[in-house]
């Protein structure tokens, strides 16, 4: 089977530009906002005003707030909320999906309370089983994929072929998909580098340089693997594009609103200054608590996560967290 035409659920940033991707792939899109008028400027004038407003859209990206219209003949019905809303706002698309269609999530967290990952959630909340559903991650910050600056990303599923099919969805001359089959070690790479940027970010804003920077990064890598392999993940994910590619990405750029959520509360900002500021999803806010919880039931050790759960959730000062975090117990670094 080859997918022809997609939805894409979200005209945020990452929707945008995924379903600019999928469009220079060839299919035909249709990217449900949920705001009418903003469907309607998308579809008028081939540009979302709200994110990434410069960037021209492909004509076969047509948009519409209506939830059966965004649905027709969809091959691929690809999620891009933010983690949290997901659950909630998979409700109005349970009972309309089209049987054979496949569900790709494009989000990258740890949902509260439950501790589930995207791919439990999407299971959850509409019933389709799990070789129906792909998941990507890499390195893709939204505005450089919408430039069309060459990335690649990985597209996981339990079923090689549904990974197979996605990935030939999305492939284009900038953008190089590569398939697995480690859905958990994609997740668990995709959200907990979101974390490990907010504190690479309050490490810049204290002023703090790059040998710093790569010590919370390297560290950052070595809990994430720890995390994963105790849930099941490949080592070997940590080490690739969803693993030590997005994590550079994220930790390191600019345009990562993790990244700046960290630089502005190691300036001193308040959380709620500084996500205002933002105004967009910075995961690692909301799913660091989550992560927290899922690597003490899992008896895995996370320092960094948690001196991010204290700073974020706490108010803890971040200078007190980076001093916590060099005065703790040495010990071989393989551990
Ligand atoms: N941006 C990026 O570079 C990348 C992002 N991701 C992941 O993609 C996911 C989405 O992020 P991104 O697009 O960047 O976020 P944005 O903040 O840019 O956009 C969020 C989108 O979700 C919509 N939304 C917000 N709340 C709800 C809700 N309750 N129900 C339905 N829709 C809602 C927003 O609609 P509205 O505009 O009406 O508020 C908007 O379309 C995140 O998990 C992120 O980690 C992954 C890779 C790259
Ligand atoms: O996931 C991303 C890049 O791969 C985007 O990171 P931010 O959500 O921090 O902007």
Redesign the pocket.
Same mark, same amino acid.
């Given at each position: 089977m080859i997918a022809e035409r997609a939805t894409v659920?979200?005209?945020?940033?990452?929707?945008?530009?995924f379903a600019l991707v999928l469009a220079d792939a060839g299919l035909d899109v249709r990217l449900w #906002? @949920? @705001?009418p008028e /903003?469907a309607e400027a998308i579809s008028t004038t081939h540009r979302n005003p709200?994110?990434l407003p410069d960037i021209e859209l492909p004509t076969t990206i047509t948009s519409t707030s209506v939830v059966e219209e965004a649905l027709e003949g969809a091959d691929l019905v690809v999620l891009?909320?933010? #983690?949290q809303?997901l659950r909630?706002?998979l409700a109005p698309w349970r009972d309309n999906l089209p049987p054979d269609a496949v569900l790709v999530s /494009?989000?990258?967290?740890i949902e509260l309370r439950t501790g589930s990952r995207?791919s439990q959630v999407i299971r959850e909340a509409t019933g389709v089983d799990e070789e129906r559903l792909a998941v990507v991650?890499g390195p893709?910050? #939204? @505005?450089e994929?919408a430039e069309r600056q060459p990335a690649a990303g990985v597209v996981a599923s339990s079923r090689e072929a549904t990974a197979e099919l996605v990935a030939a969805a999305c492939a284009s001359p900038a953008f190089r998909p590569y398939t697995s089959t480690d859905v958990v070690g994609c997740e668990i790479a995709?959200a907990t580098k979101?974390v490990i940027a907010l504190a690479v970010g309050a490490a810049e804003g204290l002023g703090l340089g790059d040998n710093t920077k790569s010590t919370v990064i390297t560290r950052g890598l070595a809990e994430t693997l720890r995390l994963g392999v105790a849930l099941g993940a490949d080592p070997a994910t940590f080490s690739g594009l969803a693993g030590v590619g997005d994590l550079i990405a994220t930790c390191m750029s600019p345009?990562? @609103?993790n990244h700046r959520v960290g630089v502005g509360l190691g300036r001193g900002g308040t959380l709620a200054e500084v996500v205002a500021s933002i105004g967009?999803?910075a995961?690692g806010v909301t799913s660091c608590e989550s992560i927290l919880a899922l690597a003490a039931e899992a008896g895995v050790e996370v320092p960094i996560v948690e001196a991010v759960v204290a700073m974020v959730v706490d108010g803890q000062r971040p200078e007190l967290i980076a001093d916590a975090l060099m005065l703790r117990r040495r010990k071989p670094e393989k551990h």
């Open positions: 659920v979200g005209a945020g940033s990452w929707g945008t530009a #906002a @949920r @705001r /903003l709200d994110y891009a909320m933010p #983690a809303k909630v706002g /494009l989000a990258k967290g995207m991650s893709n910050l #939204a @505005r994929i995709g979101n345009l990562s @609103r967009q999803t995961e």
